[in-house]
């Protein structure tokens, strides 16, 4: 078991506490302005509109992949299924690593240290987030065990 808190019956306040995080991102890269201009901006803009698009694609493609059994909340859906395949082949929280990959990139595109830092902070909440919600299913699949151990949590290869 986590010793980390549920934050509720289905960990509500972790939810909460991702759009927090997230809004604040999404703030950070509108209102602290571009930290760097000419070339370095030209090429942070292309890299940031690259990482939007592969994080938009992990988190549509974990979406996807989990089809009923989604749910914004860390405790899984009574009946739900562990799903293995597609992205959950990959890494264990697909969704996750878009959204943290996808924040970044907007932190490149608005030119935002601010924002950068913000998706650096938004991977740390996931992996905090990721282990509470990893305890749940734990105990609800027999089989998790096994697939933790053969499935990095976010990025293949790395972590």
Do not use: N
Request: charged fraction near 15%; aromatic fraction near 12%; charge should be positive.
């Amino acid at each position: 078991m986590s010793g980390l808190p549920s934050l509720g019956p289905c960990g509500e306040g972790w939810v909460v506490l991702q759009a927090v995080l997230l809004v604040g991102i999404a703030g950070a890269g509108v209102w602290s302005g571009p930290a760097w201009t000419g070339a370095a901006r030209a090429v942070s803009l292309v890299v940031g509109l690259g990482l939007l698009a592969v994080g938009w694609f992990a988190v549509l493609r974990g979406v996807a992949d989990l089809r009923e059994d989604v749910t914004p909340f860390p405790h899984p859906r009574d009946g739900a299924r562990l799903i293995e395949t597609g992205a959950y082949r990959r890494v264990r929280h697909p969704i996750y690593a878009g959204l943290v990959v996808g924040a970044l990139g907007w932190g490149f595109v608005m030119a935002s240290p601010p924002a950068v830092l913000g998706a650096a902070l938004l991977l740390l909440f996931f992996d905090l987030k990721s282990r509470r919600e990893e305890a749940w299913l734990v105990d609800r699949f027999p089989d998790y065990g096994a697939y933790r151990t053969r499935t990095r949590r976010f990025f293949p290869g790395l972590y």
